[in-house]
């Protein structure tokens, strides 16, 4: 096999050290993504069927989770604290949805009269 085939493997395997060290789930699953890319090369080139496989199943893997994490809400703003509610309990959520309804019903704007006052007759 010739060696660029080999560097070809140890990018993956770099890239592979590289999303372990990872902080950020985006930035882990496009290190990811680069190093099944590099290996499925790797394997295409080597022949060797269970790096193919294992590849193949894991590119679409990480770019799934990866879309998740691009439409997912910051973490710590309300949206993000409400989504994290609901998934662990939905009729909380549902409660605290039909108070802040209530609450923005009862505080609805006044709707105010403009009283200009009449001037004498002259």
Not at 50 to 70: D, K, M
Not at 87 to 111: C, G, K, M, N, V
Request: proline share 7%.
């Amino acid at each position: 096999m010739p060696d660029w085939i080999e560097w070809i493997g140890f990018t993956g395997t770099g890239l592979t050290l590289a999303a372990w060290g990872m902080k950020g789930p985006v930035a882990l699953r496009v290190t990811g993504l680069g190093s099944s890319l590099a290996f499925l090369c790797y394997g295409l080139l080597s022949g060797s069927l269970p790096v193919i496989l294992t590849e193949l199943l894991l590119i679409p893997l990480n770019g799934w989770r990866l879309s998740q994490h691009l439409r997912a809400r910051p973490e710590g703003s309300p949206a993000h604290a409400l989504e994290e509610l609901a998934r662990r309990d939905p009729q909380a959520a549902r409660d605290l949805i039909t108070a802040a309804r209530r609450r923005l019903e009862a505080s609805a704007p006044l709707q105010y009269r403009v009283h200009t006052p009449r001037l004498a007759a002259e």
